[in-house]
């Protein structure tokens, strides 16, 4: 793992794989630090000829760490940052694959800098339009843990994860993510935090409709947080956009659907290389 500086920030990134080869930058959700794409799966993907990045967005892991409470930055920096590591890294174009709440960086990419753009690909995400349903009321109420209690903050964390996870939850990988989560991030109150604090603003030059770029959807379609017609908005709003429907999968990308999602993305970005 190696620290950069980025836009008047320093991101922490993992490389995988031969920089030759079309790069794959993945960025994951809210709060969610670089080690939530797992090792293994970016050895896969790397075996598959994908030069692949994984990295730690600013209040997650390594990377500076803000006030908790009050970030003061928007979502279109975090897009900043992502095009700022591409530089860094001396990648002209990535295909970007986003999670969860990041989808709205990933919009904000392939909208403001499609250039730097290959493909996209949406996992577990959404468009935010009104009218799309809310959680599944199966989900568990979590209250929010006391900071002070490492204990109690490692166990909301674990069980979060079980709760999106639709059954497809393995307590130790959970558990020692957490662990190792914890233990390497400047602040885990503001990783847990500020990401929800940010502001929340759009891409410059459009919508979902105007990316140009091919775009994949993967959504499961047991997601308790972001139900299955969230992704297919996004599928709607894109010309040209597929998406692949991973069936029993919830909301975070769990070990059964790694084979899935690797064929799906080599697949993807080998076409998008083609256009």
């Given at each position: 793992m190696t620290t950069y500086p980025v836009n008047n920030v320093e991101l922490s990134a993992e490389t995988y794989g031969d920089p030759?080869?079309?790069?794959?930058?993945?960025?994951?959700?809210?709060?969610?630090s670089m080690l939530w794409w797992d090792s293994r799966l970016?050895?896969?993907?790397?075996?598959?000829?994908?030069?692949?990045?994984?990295?730690?967005?600013?209040?997650?892991g390594r990377s500076t760490s803000f006030p908790t409470g009050?970030?003061?930055?928007?979502?279109?920096?975090?897009?900043?940052?992502?095009?700022?590591?591409?530089?860094?890294?001396?990648?002209?174009?990535?295909?970007?694959?986003?999670?969860?709440?990041?989808?709205?960086?990933?919009?904000?990419?392939?909208?403001?800098?499609?250039?730097?753009?290959?493909?996209?690909?949406?996992?577990?995400?959404?468009?935010?339009?009104?009218?799309?349903?809310?959680?599944?009321?199966?989900m568990p109420r979590l209250g929010w843990p006391d900071f002070a209690d490492h204990a109690a903050v490692e166990e909301y964390v674990v069980r979060s994860i079980e709760a999106e996870a639709a059954g497809h939850f393995d307590e130790a990988d959970a558990r020692a993510l957490v662990r190792e989560d914890m233990a390497r991030a400047?602040?885990?109150?503001?990783?847990?935090?500020?990401?929800?604090?940010?502001?929340?603003?759009?891409?410059?030059?459009?919508?979902?409709?105007?990316?140009?770029?091919?775009?994949l959807v993967l959504h499961g379609d047991a997601d308790p947080l972001l139900p299955l017609p969230h992704g297919e908005a996004i599928r709607d709003a894109v010309p040209g956009a597929r998406l692949a429907v991973l069936a029993g999968m919830g909301h975070g990308l769990s070990a059964p659907y790694w084979k899935t999602f690797v064929d799906e993305l080599v697949d993807h970005t080998a076409l998008a290389g083609e256009r």
């Open positions: 030759a080869d079309p790069a794959v930058l993945l960025i994951h959700g809210a709060g969610a970016c050895t896969e993907l790397a075996g598959r000829g994908r030069f692949v990045i994984r990295y730690d967005q600013r209040d997650t009050a970030p003061g930055y928007a979502m279109s920096d975090l897009a900043a940052d992502a095009v700022g590591l591409l530089d860094a890294l001396g990648a002209d174009r990535a295909h970007v694959v986003a999670q969860s709440m990041s989808g709205g960086t990933a919009l904000m990419l392939g909208v403001d800098h499609p250039s730097r753009v290959a493909s996209l690909t949406f996992v577990s995400t959404s468009t935010g339009d009104d009218g799309l349903p809310p959680p599944s009321a199966d400047r602040n885990f109150e503001g990783s847990l935090t500020n990401h929800f604090a940010m502001t929340f603003d759009g891409p410059r030059n459009g919508g979902f409709g105007d990316l140009s770029m091919p775009v």
